[in-house]
């Protein structure tokens, strides 16, 4: 049940890059940010009227709660990253990311995450991951600062998603959803407000234009993305603390390849030989880590049994 809601999480993932890309071309990274937040505060809010699970009230780590500020890092590590080096070989420095993030959380033990390190049979289809993430990479000029801001790319959305899954133990899924969105609309607030300070926007930057912009947009883009985020984090939550990170963070990708080479299909655009190849590779990973899991589990079973 758990490694299918993670891929199915993934899916959503991809959804909604998809639809928050089409509103961040109509008003801009910061605005659709704004729009983005605001969005995802109305819908947990109306979510949050329905009768809840009573959590005991104590104190927790404050710390729990910059799981929305860290999210917004991501959005704009993620937009200069796609920007530099371009859609597939930020995907595949992102998943490297994440894998390798994974990796040291389970073993660690992260936040106070049990710890699950990598034994010696997840190495073939580990990799066979990594051989999947290279194939992805376009071939071409790498600079540094954008190969580090990739990595970044991909690590700050994995510590967002645990900030979020811890916090949602200590007050609930849907209360640490709202809390997610609403420390992240403060710090998207407080973005632009220095970025218009310093001078970086455009002077005739206001709310009226943005308005004027967002009337034009179509409603499904502006609340898309909003709404699939309080879905997609509200699942993260209740998922992520079922699964060992490392492999919930690859069942993911495996939702987000699948959906995006879905997308590209039904769009007429297809998928380069690299994407389709990297992805195919990294699930025939899983596959291999799931077989080798199973057949050690029924050794255990049978040498207890015995």
């Excluded at 699970?53 to 704009?76: A, D, N, S």
């Excluded at 005739?204 to 308005?211: D, G, R, V």
Aim: hydrophobic residues 50%; positive net charge.
């Amino acid at each position: 049940m758990y490694p299918m809601a993670a891929i199915v999480i993934g899916g959503l993932i991809t959804i909604q890059n998809g639809i928050n890309s089409l509103l961040s071309r109509q008003v801009g990274s910061l605005g659709s940010a704004i729009v983005i937040h605001l969005v995802g505060l109305a819908t947990v809010s109306l979510v949050l009227l329905a009768p809840q699970k009573r959590y005991k009230t104590g104190k927790h780590p404050l710390y729990l709660y910059l799981g929305g500020v860290i999210g917004v890092g991501t959005i704009f590590a993620c937009n200069e990253t796609f920007y530099r080096l371009g859609a597939s070989l930020a995907v595949a420095l992102a998943l490297f990311g994440q894998l390798a993030g994974s990796l040291i959380i389970d073993t660690t033990g992260f936040l106070g995450r049990q710890k699950c390190p990598p034994k010696a049979r997840t190495l073939p289809g580990l990799g066979a991951i990594l051989l999947g993430i290279i194939l992805m990479m376009e071939r071409g000029k790498l600079d540094l600062g954008g190969f580090v801001l990739g990595l970044v790319s991909g690590l700050l959305p994995l510590f967002s998603v645990i900030l979020n899954s811890q916090l949602a133990l200590e007050i609930g899924i849907f209360k640490s959803v709202r809390a997610n969105f609403l420390t992240g609309f403060a710090t998207t607030i407080l973005v632009a407000f220095a970025s218009v300070i310093s001078g970086a926007r455009p002077s005739h930057f206001s709310i009226a234009n943005s308005l004027q912009i967002l009337g034009a947009t179509n409603p499904l883009i502006i609340v898309g993305g909003g709404v699939i985020g309080v879905m997609m984090v509200g699942a993260i939550n209740f998922v992520y603390p079922k699964l060992p990170a490392l492999h919930a963070t690859l069942l993911m990708f495996a939702g987000q390849a699948l959906a995006g080479l879905a997308v590209d299909a039904i769009l007429s655009n297809g998928a380069s030989f690299e994407k389709l190849s990297g992805t195919l590779m990294v699930i025939s990973g899983l596959i291999i880590n799931a077989t080798l899991e199973r057949m050690a589990s029924r050794r255990s079973r049978a040498g207890i049994i015995g």
